[in-house]
T-cell receptor
Framework: QKEVEQDPGPLSVPEGAIVSLNCTYSNSAFQYFMWYRQYSRKGPELLMYTYSSGNKEDGRFTAQVDKSSKYISLFIRDSQPSDSATYLCAMSSSGTYKYIFGTGTRLKVLA | DSGVTQTPKHLITATGQRVTLRCSPRSGDLSVYWYQQSLDQGLQFLIQYYNGEERAKGNILERFSAQQFPDLHSELNLSSLELGDSALYFC????????????FGQGTRLTVV
């Protein structure tokens, strides 16, 4: 079993829809959670960073962490065609010195 | 712009050769991470350095090695290259040894022919 599981998609939604992207994980030591957006063949761009459980909002993006369920989510409101990309979740704990990534979910927002 | 600089952007080389990829972290960041991303694959962690010292190793092949210099830039050396080494190689940096935001460079696309 992988430490971090993420549905590869593709996920296709119409413009303006609310998008929900999710990751599950098995390592209860993870405390730091990140979401990255990666356009084709480009470097991952950090979107959201959260520590421990709870919600964090930044513009159209909301990140949620549920440590009891080992489940994190990224919500995108009013999705735009420019949001079409691969979204990667990443996690870290204070003792591992590395970030573990999901395989990414490919999102397509249709105009 | 993440502030992490990787050079070169593209590299084409023959099997059996050796190449060096370079990474300059964001100003003030002490940690450097190297990742490999093959076509349609996730990011595979290779190695991490913190302030010049190796801190963590992932699935890095023995043919690959890295170091971080006193000015905090890092180099990833790939030797005896095989066709399967063709991939995107990303460098990321963070302020501390994990647990803070990590910022990625734009990657070096390596093609082995």
């Amino acid at each position: 079993q992988k430490e971090v599981e993420q549905d590869p998609g593709p996920l296709s939604v119409p413009e303006g829809a609310i998008v929900s992207l999710n990751c599950t994980y098995s390592n209860s030591a993870f405390q730091y959670f990140m979401w990255y957006r990666q356009y084709s063949r480009k470097g991952p761009e950090l979107l959201m960073y959260t520590y421990s459980s709870g919600n964090k909002e930044d513009g159209r993006f909301t990140a949620q962490v549920d440590k009891s369920s080992k489940y994190i989510s990224l919500f995108i409101r009013d999705s735009q065609p420019s949001d079409s990309a691969t979204y990667l979740c990443a996690m870290s704990s204070s003792g591992t010195y590395k970030y573990i990534f999901g395989t990414g979910t490919r999102l397509k927002v249709l105009a | 712009d993440s502030g992490v600089t990787q050079t070169p952007k593209h590299l084409i080389t023959a099997t059996g050769q050796r190449v060096t990829l370079r990474c300059s972290p964001r100003s003030g960041d002490l940690s450097v991470y190297w990742y490999q991303q093959s076509l349609d694959q996730g990011l595979q962690f290779l190695i991490q350095y913190y302030n010049g010292e190796e801190r963590a190793k992932g699935n890095i092949l023995e043919r690959f090695s890295a170091q971080q210099f006193p000015d905090l830039h890092s180099e990833l050396n790939l030797s005896s290259l095989e066709l399967g080494d063709s991939a995107l190689y990303f460098c990321a940096s963070s302020a501390t040894q994990g647990g803070t935001e990590a910022f990625f460079g734009q990657g070096t696309r390596l093609t082995v022919v």
